[in-house]
């Protein structure tokens, strides 16, 4: 999915190697989650309920609105 690809690289372009390891496991765990889900949460969908998931993409949003 393009869009996601877009989003995904505003966030992981400017400082994948500043992420903490917790960060980089949470980062994997929402990589494995359906696309779709993802998209929507990076979109301004309520973040999962999940602490490490919702975690991640309040860093990924934080990112991605500042581009």
Known sequence: MRELDL??????????????STELDNLERLLEQPDQDILAWLTGEPPPGDTGLGGIVAMARERIDRR
């Not at 989003?7 to 903490?20: H, I, Y």
């Open 7 to 20: 989003l995904l690289e505003a966030f992981l372009a400017p400082g994948l190697d500043t992420l903490k």
